[in-house]
């Protein structure tokens, strides 16, 4: 149901399994956002009447990241992190 074997919840103490139900609540919610985001970007290209090249698109998607973007990266490594039942503070 959260991302635990039914037969191992009771290893857990209730604080655990709520921290649990919190990652994979915020991982869900994460997963949402990711594939809003996607509908969004394949709407806007489709009514777009002549698409970038799409050398362009990749040119920019792979640009460096800049000093302030920095905690946006560290945001979504820690959601990978929380996906994955392991918590960085």
């Known amino acids: 149901m959260w ?6 919840v009771g290893d857990y103490t209730p604080y655990e399994l709520t921290l649990i139900a919190k990652q994979k609540r915020n991982a869900e919610q994460t997963e949402f956002e990711n594939l809003l985001c996607l509908a969004w970007h394949t709407e806007a ?3 777009q009447r002549k698409l970038p090249r799409f050398e362009k698109l990749l040119k ?3 640009k460096k990241p800049s000093k ?22």
Do not use: C, F, N, Q
């Not at 991302?3 to 191992?8: A, E, H, I, R, T």
């Not at 490594?77 to 960085?88: D, H, P, S």
């Open 3 to 8: 991302g635990v074997d039914p037969l191992k």
């Open 45 to 47: 290209l489709a009514r």
């Open 60 to 62: 920019e998607a792979r």
């Open 68 to 89: 302030k973007a920095s905690s946006k990266s560290d945001a979504i490594l820690k959601a990978m992190a929380a996906a994955k039942g392991v918590t960085i503070k």
